[in-house]
């Protein structure tokens, strides 16, 4: 998802507290949010109101002004150091901000002040798998389940970062040792019935079916459903799931990819190319968008297109195979 980074224990001690005596920021220039005009009256009169300055941080969130929001963080946390969750919200905006040292170091600066705190331990490690450092992402999870062996969000924890070094015997493990402790827990729910799909194995419906049992709706079930009926063979049934995924949540890009190829194999170019096209908008950083749709643009004898697609899709993945090959193809 984002890329490698090092970071060094205790990075974010200094930008923690460099705004202390500073006067709060004012509401950047160009900004208009009624919103952030509210709250930036209200801290006028409230200055050491670390809760304002909480609110202000969202709303810059929301926006993706994640400078200005984590200005705001930093000024609610030296009003109150001690705030965990203050600290949280800062780690999520310099994480979203592309600022992946200053997290991991705000949240391992927390970890050392509040080693006891169970959901630190549990973001910490997230990031770290995020980040694809899994052997550190083990180490910090290790720290919870030493105290809380039957952890459930630790166990669930423990399946991602296995299922990503694909040890899919110990992410299966895990899964279900969560699910010990809460059948109903979702998210293990749906990782196994995923895993299990992807080894076209009857077992992925008893667990996707559990899951939508619980969130009918869910769009990243439906969408499952229709890759356990596609590794299957059945095709009609797997389109099916993907429009389902569709129309719950029309920006779901791997639902059009999905419903596209299928088209795409029945030959159905013009079907599988509407499909494509929505993906692309919906995904424009997706290689496979582009992919597909360049070689579908190539079947239906539009070159040009086609070309574009394909240099679209090697310029967000230089690794891309089928894509370089097209391209070939379609050079000669």
């Known amino acids: 998802m984002k890329k490698y980074l090092l970071f060094f224990l205790g990075i974010g001690v200094l930008t923690l507290y460099s705004c202390i005596g500073e006067p709060p920021p004012p509401p950047i220039k160009g900004i208009e949010n009624p919103a952030i005009t509210t709250v930036s009256e209200q801290i ?136 010990e402790k809460n059948p109903k827990h979702f998210d293990s729910l749906l990782e196994l019935g995923t895993l299990y799909s992807l080894d076209k194995s009857e077992k ?24 356990y009926h596609r590794f299957q063979g059945n095709d009609k049934k797997a389109l099916d799931f993907y429009k389902q995924t569709i129309f719950i949540d029309n920006q779901y890009a791997d639902a059009h990819i999905n419903a596209g190829i299928i088209n795409f194999e029945k030959k159905e170019y013009s079907k599988a190319l509407d499909f494509f096209n929505i993906a692309v908008e919906t995904d424009p950083a997706s290689p496979a968008a582009y992919y597909y749709r360049g070689i579908t643009h190539a079947y239906l004898n539009d070159k040009s297109k086609a070309k574009n697609d394909l240099q679209n899709a090697l310029e967000l993945a230089p690794d891309y195979e089928d894509a370089k090959n097209a391209l070939l193809d379609l050079e000669r």
Request: no cysteine.
């Open 44 to 179: 006028k009169y409230n200055p050491d109101d670390p809760e304002l300055y909480l609110t202000r941080a969202s709303l810059y969130y929301e926006m993706e002004y994640y400078d200005e929001a984590a200005s705001d963080m930093k000024i609610a946390l030296s009003h109150d150091s001690s705030s965990i969750a203050y600290r949280h919200v800062l780690a999520d905006i310099y994480f979203d901000g592309n600022k992946d040292n200053e997290a991991l170091g705000l949240l391992e600066e927390t970890i050392g002040l509040f080693p006891a705190s169970e959901a630190t331990l549990l973001k910490l490690s997230e990031f770290q798998y995020l980040l694809q450092f899994e052997d550190s992402a083990i180490k910090t999870i290790d720290k919870l389940m030493k105290v809380k062996p039957d952890h459930v969000e630790g166990n669930y924890m423990y399946g991602r970062i296995f299922s990503q070094k694909g040890n899919k015997e110990k992410s299966i493990l895990h899964y279900k040792k969560a699910l």
């Open 204 to 227: 992925a419906l008893e667990y996707l079916n559990q899951a939508k049992g619980l969130s009918p709706n869910n769009p990243d079930v439906i969408f499952e459903l229709g890759n």
